[in-house]
């Protein structure tokens, strides 16, 4: 039985004001499906990572993953891709980890890679040559690629350890998809390019290939959209596994996590998001966003066309609509 809280009367004036309220869950992700498969051909499939471009477009996933562990789910949520910049948030929260053990690392993290959108795209080497090898963002490919600098000093497998967490996480066996690995191993000219730079200006400090490596191999993990909905509940949990109890973080860097998400999750589109979905973000190219409602639940949408900003079309349509009708927005 859906329940609908009164809204206060001011609210009737307001130009959004649904009267009805918020729908359920259930209904939400039905409908916002249904509106978001009208899309699912708008866009282009990324098709600079040869694997990716043979994906079947009109594949389409949707899943609002609860706290208590309910899920909703509409189209083909079981279907595994390669979770892509999806990896960065986790990149992020082993480094806070880390971080976390020691004190001054946060700071001295803080110090190689910023927290502002960049307004650039997410692979851009003209940035960083103006600000010295110091990226904007950890969720833009140069930011990645430090956090993962980061990650070599205290583990010695990142891409193990990040497919530990995330199996931990989704209660399942999680692991790479080798096509995707071996594509990007013999390609990634961006990333052979920002690396070296990087490590020109000194903000790079372990071997430029093993940097690479890392990174690489965080792009290329495999999960699908049930799974990439329900491992990220604990930032939308202030820090702490629903499933388990375990804290993965603690939670003023869990809120770090979601800042940096909302601010610059989405490539150049950032604004747009927090505009017309209002939820912390972080998308991949191979078609998956993921949203966090902090306190309720985490979303994934999947659907491979991109846009030019280098997000899914209709996940970006599916977060929208069911974030209005359900009312999910943290503002
Ligand atoms: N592996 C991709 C790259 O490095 C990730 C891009 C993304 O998903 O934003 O270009």
Redesign the pocket.
Same mark, same amino acid.
């Given at each position: 039985m859906p329940t609908t809280t009164p809204g206060h009367p001011a609210d009737a004036h307001r130009p959004d004001h649904d009267p009805s309220g918020p729908l359920a869950l259930p209904e939400g992700v039905a409908t916002a499906a249904q509106v978001a498969r009208a899309a699912e051909h708008d866009g282009k499939v990324a098709d600079?990572?040869a694997p990716l471009a043979e994906v079947d477009p009109s594949r389409f996933a949707l899943v609002a993953s609860e706290l208590d562990g309910t899920e909703h789910l509409d189209g083909d949520v079981d279907e595994a891709f390669a979770i892509? %910049?999806v990896s960065k948030v986790y990149s992020l929260v082993l480094a806070l980890q880390a971080a976390d053990a020691g004190s001054g690392v946060e700071e001295e993290l803080w110090c190689r890679v910023g927290r502002e959108p960049s307004g650039d795209p997410?692979?851009s080497l003209v940035q960083l040559e103006h600000e010295h090898g110091i990226p904007r963002n950890p969720m833009i490919?140069a930011g990645a690629l430090v956090l993962d600098d980061v990650l070599l000093d205290p583990l010695d497998d990142p891409v193990a350890a990040t497919c530990e967490l995330l199996s931990e996480l989704c209660g399942e066996e999680i692991g790479l998809d080798e096509r995707i690995l071996r594509a990007?191993q013999s390609t %990634?000219h961006?990333?052979r390019s920002l690396a070296p730079l990087m490590a020109d200006f000194g903000n790079l400090r372990n071997d430029v290939e093993a940097v690479l490596d890392s990174?690489?191999g965080a792009?290329a993990i495999s999960m699908s959209s049930r799974q990439l909905a329900r491992a990220p509940r604990f930032l939308a949990n202030g820090g702490v596994d629903p499933s388990t109890g375990r804290r993965v973080l603690a939670a003023p860097l869990a809120r770090r996590v979601a800042a940096v998400m909302l601010t610059c999750g989405t490539?150049d589109a950032a604004g747009e998001f927090a505009f017309s979905v209002g939820l912390p973000c972080k998308?991949?190219?191979?078609g998956s966003i993921v949203a966090l409602a902090p306190d309720r639940l985490v979303v994934c949408a999947w659907s491979p066309p991109l846009d030019a900003a280098?997000n899914s079309v209709a996940a970006r349509i599916a977060l929208h609509e069911l974030a209005e009708r359900c009312g999910l927005s943290v503002f």
């Open positions: 600079y990572i892509q %910049s997410f692979n490919n990007e %990634s961006r990333n990174y690489i792009c490539y998308s991949g190219v191979a280098g």
